[in-house]
């Protein structure tokens, strides 16, 4: 059954029907069954580029009706993969975070199988492989110095194992040398902002500034939205304080946690409102972060969220 989203500021008449945007019109044929948007912008649901579900229950009912339609989950233990129970809410995932022996963060929050420790190129390049068939479209590398680090070999060649089966490489390194670390490695994706400015130019950095700081500026990246839920202070919604720290940094902030996350994310029908895209879309009264956080409502793969 076709459902005509009509009264939206910012855009045509939009028909759903199958969970997608079928067309779009000037205004619906007569008859058909419309919901009225009554002067709301209508926009693209949001993707949270760094997230830790095992970490906090019930969390993907909760990013759905709060807007969020799409994760990546930038550490967990083996055990939670590969997240079957978090549909709808779609997500791709690492697994837990390769690193040394006693490295990041066997030692600290993730002691609980978040990390998984390897000493060698021959056990890096197994772990990488037994973390892909379950399913996993990122490799996590750790790089923290105030804990053991993996050896630059044993790094390269997760890396390289990752890369030859078409997954991206994350790293979680925040002051400069870890940067370096990453990038010899053969890095990706910066899992927070670097603390220290370091040129990143052709990689990707999520944001994760409100709970790591740090900063986005200058870095000639491409910078998406993240949250890191399951840190202090984070709930599983749209963070009005990542969006205002975003726009502080000259990066648009709708941008950056849709169409170019749905990008890093690999989710070509996410992301945007075109024909043939997901009916995963938020109802926002304005642009402004507190806008966008709070959607008059959210509508998930055609289904309203109320
Ligand atoms: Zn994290």
């Known amino acids: 059954m076709a459902l005509w989203i009509t009264g939206a500021r910012n855009r045509q008449a939009l028909c759903v029907e199958g969970g997608r945007i079928a067309a779009e019109a000037r205004r619906p044929p007569q008859g058909s069954e419309t919901l009225d948007a009554g002067g709301l912008l209508l926009l693209p649901a949001f993707i949270d580029a760094h997230v830790h579900l095992s970490l906090l229950a019930r969390a993907p009912r909760a990013f759905l009706k709060n807007g969020v339609a799409a994760v990546l989950d930038l550490g967990a233990p083996e055990r ?19 690193t040394a022996p006693r490295g990041y963060p066997t030692q600290s929050w993730g002691r609980d ?12 390049r197994a772990a990488v492989e037994r973390l892909a068939l379950s399913g996993a479209r990122f490799l996590k590398l750790a790089f923290d110095p ?13 890396a390289d194992e ?34 220290e400015a370091v040129p990143l130019p052709g990689k990707w950095v999520i944001s994760t500034l409100r709970a790591f700081g740090g900063t986005v500026r200058g870095l000639g990246a491409r910078v998406v939205y993240g949250t890191d839920l399951g840190n202090e202070d984070t709930s599983p919604a749209i963070d009005a304080r990542e969006l205002a720290l975003l726009e502080r940094d000259g990066i648009d902030p709708l941008r950056a ?8 994310l690999g989710y070509p029908d996410l992301g945007r409102l075109s024909v043939g895209s997901s009916a995963s ?10 806008s966008l956080a709070n959607p008059a409502w959210v509508m998930n793969c055609g289904t309203l969220c109320l």
């Open 80 to 98: 939670a993969l590969p997240f079957s129970e978090a549909e709808p809410l779609r997500v791709r995932f690492s697994g837990p975070l390769l």
């Open 146 to 158: 105030r804990y053991p680090l993996l050896a630059p070999e044993a790094a390269r060649a997760a």
């Open 162 to 195: 990752a890369h030859r089966r078409g997954m991206l490489v994350a790293a979680h390194a925040l002051d400069a040398d870890s940067v370096r670390r990453a990038l010899a490695a053969g890095a990706d994706v910066f899992a927070h902002a670097p603390l």
């Open 113 to 124: 199988g978040y990390g998984l420790e390897v000493a060698s190129e021959k056990e890096a």
């Open 281 to 290: 879309l938020l109802a926002v009264r304005g642009l402004d972060a507190e």
């Open 257 to 264: 946690a849709t169409a170019d996350a749905a990008e890093l």
